[in-house]
C-alpha cells in the first residue's frame, strides 16, 4: 500500500468538495474536479460510440453545471476524441451541457400546453392507469 502521507483522507461530501476547489484553485478538491471532467469526457466519447449519437451528446443534470468552471474544454474535447479509430466520427459531435435548472420543467410544460408541436404519437401510446 502507498503511503498518503499528509492527505486529509476523511470523507467529503460533494458540497465540501466543490467549496473547497472554489477557495483554493490548487488544492487536492480542485485537481480532484478537474479529474472528474476528464473521466467525463472520456465516459461521454464511449457513450456516444455505443449509441451511435450522430446528432451529438447533452450533458444535463446533476453536479456538473455546477462544477463547470473546472472545465479545460480543449483538454474536455481531447479526451471525448481519444477512441482510436473512431476519432472522425467523434470530432463531428457537437457537446452540449444544459446549464438551466429548469430545463425539465420548461420541456414538459410545453409539451403539455402544445402537445402538437412534438413527434410524441400520443395515439399510440399506452396509458396505464396506476390507482389502486
Given amino acids: 500500500l502507498k503511503s498518503l502521507g499528509h492527505m486529509n483522507t476523511e470523507a467529503l461530501s460533494a458540497q465540501q468538495i466543490s467549496h473547497e476547489a472554489r477557495l483554493n484553485p490548487d488544492s487536492e478538491a480542485a485537481k480532484s474536479l478537474r479529474y472528474f471532467w476528464r473521466l467525463i469526457a472520456q465516459f ?3 457513450m456516444a460510440i455505443c449509441f451511435a449519437a ?4 447533452t450533458l444535463a443534470g446533476g453536479v456538473l453545471p455546477k462544477i463547470q468552471s473546472f472545465i479545460d474544454p480543449h483538454s474536455f474535447r481531447r479526451i471525448f ?3 482510436p479509430p473512431m476519432q472522425s466520427f467523434l470530432e463531428k ?3 452540449r451541457m444544459i446549464v438551466d435548472d429548469s430545463a425539465a420543467l420548461s420541456g414538459l410544460v410545453s409539451i403539455a400546453t402544445t402537445p402538437d408541436r412534438f413527434t410524441i404519437d400520443y395515439s399510440k401510446r399506452l396509458w396505464v392507469d396506476a390507482s389502486p
Avoid: F, Y
Fill in 93 to 95: 459531435l457537437p457537446i
Fill in 81 to 83: 476524441m481519444a477512441k
Fill in 44 to 46: 461521454t466519447g464511449d
Fill in 54 to 57: 450522430s446528432g451529438g451528446v
